[in-house]
């Protein structure tokens, strides 16, 4: 096995530089309202009490069935197919909702390469982008579409493949054939909606640098994509599934990445790893967990939360015995009750009793402050320590920009929340807020995820 790793750069979709900074700036408020649809998607998902997927009926706010809106194009090319009649309509399974959408990377695909801007996402298994002729519909995106024909090594792959018999495993719905050609057809659905639908693909991956090549590269060339992907080509599926690209590229490099989410404010100086078998020792790693409802996320347990240095109580609720997830396209902590509100009361304990002015709630966020009166030192704000599994001191000890975010107004807020109500299968999930500025690993040959402080350059 090839131990050599390769590096990109990771950009925040609204920050400064940003190539597909949205043409409208969406407020914080709308960001908060994805952000709940995903991890109650997310909750659903793990406890298995997901909703059917819906779309806005053309021509108004109305939802329908997402089966309803689809059926007319697809139907007609997969009608006459052994395993459905003409009758059917095509049953889409609801993932994970994309999110924020916070982060991208660049990577390029075809021969000769086009470079696309692609939203990461550690949810989702299955890589697609935008392709021509978008027989349906394609989002606005900022490059120019991926057109298969202009690629001398793009093929599709056929229903008989094995890429396409796994495909209900990374995208949690059957694969469609074609009539006439037999071609694989996939429908990636998502929690809030979104959905990409087109033919499972091979063409040649190109990462940097560009002599970083994986020939027959299998991913989703999407002709109807519609929902919240901003103005990106598509989705880097980072999952431990084996359609994600970080499994493909397993064959090539050690089956293990790394990441530094940048702030908003900083902008820059993230990275994404790929294929580092050996990291230094700044890394502190706790076990990777699996579930064997949900294989294809990244699971481990959360022991014990310090405030200030004093750890929470969380009387009557085991911490380590929640599910805990780590995922890039959730923005805010989430954490189950009562363990939310003991560490609400505790912090907010802290600040007032520093003679820091308490602020109304915003959306989602219920503890906050006059911002003009909370110190911009972090030193001044209590750190908050999430402590995980293992002795070996894996940690994310929070400074003031991972624990605070400014929501206007001079209003700042405490950047968790409490999670979906789901009575004894809640579940925790650690956000991007919060891992911002740390290089976190996952090294999935080992089932190990480690957490290095000041990891962006």
Known sequence: MNQSGIS???????????????????SLSDVLSQDE???KALTSRVVRKGPAATVAAAGGNKSVPLTQKLKPKWM????????????????????LSIGSGNYYVKIGIGSPPKYYAMILDTGSSLTWLQCRPCSLYCH????????????????KLQCSSSQCSSLKAATLNPPFCEVDTRACIYTASYGDSSYSIGYLSQDLLTLTPSTQTLPGFTYGCGEDNEGLFGRAAGIVGLARDKLSMISQLSTKYAHAFSYCLPTLAGGSGGYLSIGEAKFSSSYKFTPMLTDPKNPSLYFLRLVAIKVGGRPLPAKGYAIAKVPTIIDSGTVITRLPEPIYGELRDAFAKIMTSKGYAKAPAFSILDTCFNGSTVPRKSAAVPEIEMIFQGGGGAALALQDSNILVPVGKGVTCLAFASGPSAGTNAIAVIGNHQQQTYSIAYDISNSRIGFAPRGCH
């Open 140 to 155: 606005s995106q900022v490059d120019p579409l991926f057109d298969p024909s202009a690629s001398k090594t793009y093929r």
């Open 8 to 26: 990109m750069k990771i950009y925040h979709v609204r920050g400064g530089g940003s190539a597909i900074a949205p043409k409208s700036v969406a």
């Open 37 to 39: 649809d995903h991890v």
């Open 76 to 95: 007609a090319r997969i009608s006459n197919n052994s395993n459905i009649n003409s009758d059917s309509i095509i049953p889409l399974n609801p993932g």
